[in-house]
């Protein structure tokens, strides 16, 4: 399985849930735990991460897998193919569940593809979604629903996603209440769409 996810999206939220639902531990391996500069070294690392699920019968997750399972086309050293053939041959022999999480499809190595059984795109909410997690996570801090208007405007904030929502709490909870308002919080959410906007190059809607 595959997750392909925009960031803030809830990649890592929807890995514990399967382990949760599973009733099975989660072991989370980045880059910075498997690559090795040293000759072999990344390979065993690799080996060692599917043994140690095996053995606690854990769900492996692997995150920034673009950058783990890179394509071998574009391979500027010999030790980023062994890298790959590596991750291939084991994860395919692994018996249960794997996760790989990417915000860079494009990127992963096309003999990846065949081995993800599932394929899950996490992408930015629509209206509706981000009108529920306002609702959800910055209402209370105001302890009052939103105006129609406001909701309507807040509908038309493209790009956002749950992370997003939890930002914004995080930069607002600890605020006295007279430098509290939804007119505030949709301010600093919008800040965070226009920056995304600037990110990926695309013209954000709605304001």
């Excluded at 590596?86 to 065949?114: C, K």
């Excluded at 607002?172 to 007119?183: D, E, I």
Aim: aromatic fraction near 10%; charged fraction near 30%; charge should be negative.
């Amino acid at each position: 399985m595959t997750a392909i996810c925009v960031s803030g999206s809830g990649k890592s939220f929807l890995a514990r849930y399967i382990a949760h639902r599973l009733d099975r531990e989660i072991i989370v391996k980045r880059g910075s735990d498997l690559l090795s500069p040293w000759v072999d070294e990344t390979e065993h690392n690799i080996r060692e991460s599917f043994e140690e699920a095996e053995a606690k019968e854990a769900v492996p997750v692997f995150d920034e897998a673009d950058f783990l399972l890179g394509s071998r086309e574009r391979a500027v050293h010999s030790w980023e193919i062994s890298q790959v053939n590596e991750f291939l041959t084991v994860m395919e022999n692994f018996r249960g569940i794997q996760i790989y999480i990417t915000n860079l499809l494009t990127h992963l190595d096309p003999a990846t593809l065949r081995r993800f059984t599932h394929k899950v795109q996490f992408g930015h909410l629509e209206p509706d979604g981000v009108v529920i997690f306002y609702k959800k996570i910055l209402s209370p801090l105001i302890g009052s629903d939103l105006e129609k208007g406001l909701e309507d405007e807040l509908k038309g904030v493209f790009g956002l996603t749950p992370g997003d929502f939890k930002v914004v709490k995080s930069k607002f909870q600890f605020k006295p209440a007279n430098q509290l308002s939804h007119h505030a919080l949709m301010e600093a959410l919008k800040e965070d769409a226009r920056i995304k906007e600037v990110l990926v190059g695309r013209k954000a809607i709605g304001f």
